[in-house]
């Protein structure tokens, strides 16, 4: 490829650092399925998967996806591992589970105090209640727990995020300003 370039009068090529997406599933109710025997599950209890799904996701649209251990249902908890993330050489980041508006769903409020709502809830079944937010100038978005949901949102927020921050203009034929 490169002397294609070369041989028709092209020296320099922009190009742009892959973004970094940091995956961060939450809830006190997941175990690791490299280490959880599903024989042994106790009530309540549920194999993350999640964040193996959205990281080949990621992974293939052209970012690179970074995947953190759970994070048990803790708001402070919650509030600094975004935090520090944030903080660091991430470019995104999502957690996985904890978007709705229920008593142990923690994505809303840590958002609120770390930086800016955008979207809480959109017209996309299942996905409902997706969040997409601002943190320090990065994207945020709390991804709903249940799988199928998780997959639909990736698709339709996430990806094409990470389309536009690599500077792909097309996606499966639309096109994103």
């Not at 961060?24 to 209890?45: C, Q």
């Not at 953190?68 to 996985?96: E, N, P, Q, S």
């Not at 996309?124 to 943190?135: E, S």
Request: hydrophobic letters at 40%.
């Amino acid at each position: 490829m490169h002397r294609r370039l070369i041989a028709g009068g092209i020296y320099q090529v922009p190009v742009r650092r892959k973004p970094r997406v940091l995956i961060i599933p939450t809830g006190s109710e997941l175990v690791d399925w490299r280490t959880t025997d599903p024989k042994t599950l106790k009530p309540g209890e549920v194999l993350e998967s999640n964040a193996f799904v959205l990281e080949k996701m990621i992974q293939a649209c052209g970012a690179e996806p970074l995947r953190h251990d759970r994070v048990i249902d803790d708001l402070d908890l919650i509030r600094k591992t975004v935090a520090d993330a944030m903080a660091g050489d991430v470019d995104m980041v999502l957690t996985i589970g904890g978007s709705s508006a229920g008593s142990k769903d923690y994505a809303l409020p840590m958002l609120g105090d770390l930086g800016e709502l955008l979207v809480h809830g959109v017209t996309i079944m299942p996905g409902k209640p997706v969040i997409l937010g601002d943190i320090q100038g990065k994207p945020f978005f709390g991804i709903p727990g249940y799988p199928v949901s998780a997959i639909i949102v990736c698709e339709q927020f996430v990806l094409p995020m990470i389309k536009r921050m690599i500077g792909a203009a097309t996606i499966r034929g639309r096109r994103y300003p």
